[in-house]
């Protein structure tokens, strides 16, 4: 018989493609959803699994990281051989306005989850991984950052983020149990949440391709990080639960960008060529040339990015770059997609739903309007 999986944030980008990997390789697949009140499973919908049928290998339950008696009731029910802990608010900036609610779920769910199966006693068939954050890192004292680096982290979501770290080491030293963090950096896809930065461009992009959206308003686009595709990234956290001992590992690929070079590669996909001008909050970036019909809608000479004051972090990550030698060398994990490469795929991907909406819209049906973040 397969194993036995549960992932809490199923929901989510990672949660996604980690659920097709476990379902690839014959296991059972529990995930843990939140009440909405809409539906909020249309990253998962592809793999859902009738319930009824006595083979499901895809099953749901209703839970939260905020409510340990019914994480202990699902993990009672479910006996997993391995947890995967990806639930979380996950939004940097959202951890500003709202960081009791962050460490709730991002700091305490994960002490929660580790307490269950200490209650449970179940240290000895389950094992624990947790996403943690090259966040952690913040401030960075050393470039490129490894498993060494000393942790500064600089907002709500990496001080509690933090904290979920520290458990998982504290309860790995203190209880045997099998449990690993991974210090993931930036992952990205199609799937990648609309408010983060990399989605926020291609999106808004793809929507003043086609006529949906006039400008797009950044904030510090000379913030630089080190990008890779999620498909890539949950292969490593797999890989982590697979090995003799328990350890943390580093997940990157070793080369950094600015979020200005994602601007530049994105109008680049649509066949447009800019020039950023200005500096500080005026700094904008202009139309130079149309060189295809991917922008429909753009013209020479279009601002189509602003600064808003309104996206820059009370304190910013300025800089993050991975050493990922060791998974390479313990795991036999690499990246295999290149942030230039993500770009493409997640440009191609928005324009689509772009050129989708589009013709809605000329239709007068209903059409989604751009998403702040
Ligand atoms: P997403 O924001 O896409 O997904 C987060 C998931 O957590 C969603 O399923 C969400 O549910 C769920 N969730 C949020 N709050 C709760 C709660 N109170 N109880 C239960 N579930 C909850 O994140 P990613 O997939 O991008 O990231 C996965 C994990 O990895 C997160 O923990 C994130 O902090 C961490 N991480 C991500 C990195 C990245 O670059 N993507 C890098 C490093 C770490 P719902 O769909 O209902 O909102
Ligand atoms: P981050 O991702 O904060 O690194 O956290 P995000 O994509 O939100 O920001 C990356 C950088 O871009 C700058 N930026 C903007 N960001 C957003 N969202 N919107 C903007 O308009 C904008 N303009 C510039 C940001 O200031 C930042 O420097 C992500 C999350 O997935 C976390 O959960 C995860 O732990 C880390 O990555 C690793």
Redesign the pocket.
């Known amino acids: 018989m397969g194993k036995r999986a549960l992932i ?8 996604s493609y980690l659920a097709e990997l476990l379902l690839a390789k014959g296991y059972e697949v529990h995930g ?3 009440r ?1 009140s809409s539906f ?1 499973t249309n990253r998962i919908d592809h793999i859902y699994e009738n319930p009824q049928a006595d083979d499901a290998r895809f099953i749901l339950h209703y ?4 409510d340990s008696l019914g994480l202990t009731r699902i993990l009672a029910e479910v006996q997993p051989d391995e947890i995967y ?7 940097v900036a959202v951890s500003f306005e709202a960081p009791e609610y962050t460490a ?3 700091a305490l ?1 994960t002490l929660r989850l580790l307490e269950a199966i200490r209650f449970l006693k179940l240290q000895d068939m389950t094992r624990f991984y947790q ?5 952690l890192y913040g401030l960075v004292r050393e470039t490129p950052q490894s498993e060494t680096t000393p942790f500064h982290p600089r907002s709500p ?1 990496g001080v509690a ?1 933090l904290h979920a770290y520290w458990s998982c080491v504290n309860y790995r030293e203190a209880y045997g149990i099998f449990a690993c963090n991974g210090i ?5 896809s199609p799937r ?2 609309e408010t ?1 930065v990399t989605r926020k461009i291609t999106r808004g992009l793809a929507n003043i391709a086609m006529g949906l959206q006039d400008c797009l308003y950044m904030g510090n686009i000379d913030a630089l990080r080190d990008w890779g595709h ?1 498909r890539d990234y949950v292969r490593a956290q797999w890989l982590m639960l697979q090995q003799d001992q328990p350890e943390d590992y580093v997940i990157a690929t070793g080369v950094q960008y600015s979020v200005r070079d994602f601007i530049r590669w994105a109008t680049a996909e649509l066949g447009l060529k800019i020039a950023f001008s200005g500096v500080g909050l005026d700094e904008i970036a202009k139309v130079t040339a149309v060189n295809s019909d991917r922008a429909p809608h753009v013209r020479v000479g279009d601002v189509i990015m602003r600064i808003d004051q309104r996206y820059f972090r009370p304190a910013e990550v300025e800089t993050l770059l991975g050493n990922p030698a060791k998974a390479r060398a313990r795991l036999g994990w690499a990246p295999t997609v290149t942030a230039p490469e993500l770009c493409a795929e997640m440009m191609t991907e928005d324009l689509k739903t772009a050129q989708r909406h589009a013709l809605l819209h000329a239709h007068g049906l209903n059409t989604p309007v751009p998403v702040e973040g």
């Not at 809490?8 to 949660?15: E, H, R, V």
């Not at 996403?131 to 966040?135: I, L, M, N, V």
């Not at 993931?184 to 990205?188: C, G, I, M, S, Y």
Request: glycine share 16%.
């Open positions: 809490t944030g199923i929901t989510g980008q990672d949660g843990i959803k939140r909405a909020n839970g939260d990281l905020t802990n990806l639930g979380a608010q996950s939004h709730e779920v991002d769910g996403a943690a954050t090259s966040e979501y983020k993931l950096f930036n992952h990205e990648r949440g983060f999620a």
